[in-house]
């Protein structure tokens, strides 16, 4: 199985190819804000792309990209700041913040805002991520409009992970 690690930065993983332009270790370096990525067309079975999105100024881009680099039923999968999180303001270099339908766009299942991407995944998982107590998280991802809308405002989310599923016509899996 070969696993692409997007923005690895301190987390270098040794099974997979750790991609980071500034990280001191790092099997690929590339600036992740330029596209094409230096990897073909259905190069990876998975994809991690953990506290990164949140840094680049063109997220669709960088999400379609994944698309074109992913095998059809390769795992992509996806840490971004929930929207009200403290940590999306600590860091200055963030660029925007996460709800819960936001990556909806990229699937067959979402709802058109604007035709300004190819839906080709599947939403294999998502969830709250904690700050404290992970129990009470996982019955927020239960009903995410009422957390989204109303108890993020008095419970802090910190992030959320989302798990994609590539999916490509049959004359484009490699």
Known sequence: ??????????????NAVNVDFYAAKA?????????????ENDSFDAIRCMNVLEHLRDPIRVI????????????VTIRVPHFRSAALYEDITHQR??????????????????????????MVDRQYTPYLFP????????VPRLTDNLLSKYIPMASILFTL??????????
Not at 135 to 142: E, G
């Open 27 to 39: 099997d690929v370096r590339h600036d992740l804000e330029a596209m094409p990525y230096p990897f």
């Open 165 to 174: 599923e590539v999916r490509k016509a049959a004359e484009h899996q490699g």
């Open 135 to 142: 129990w009470l998280y996982r019955m927020l991802s239960k």
């Open 97 to 122: 913040g996460y709800a819960w339908r936001t990556l909806d766009h990229f699937t067959a299942e979402g709802e058109v805002y604007g035709d300004y991407t190819r839906r080709g995944f599947v």
């Open 64 to 75: 379609e990209e994944l698309h074109r680099i992913g095998k059809h039923g390769a795992r």
């Open 1 to 14: 199985m070969k696993i692409l690690n997007l923005g690895s930065g301190n987390d270098y993983l040794d």
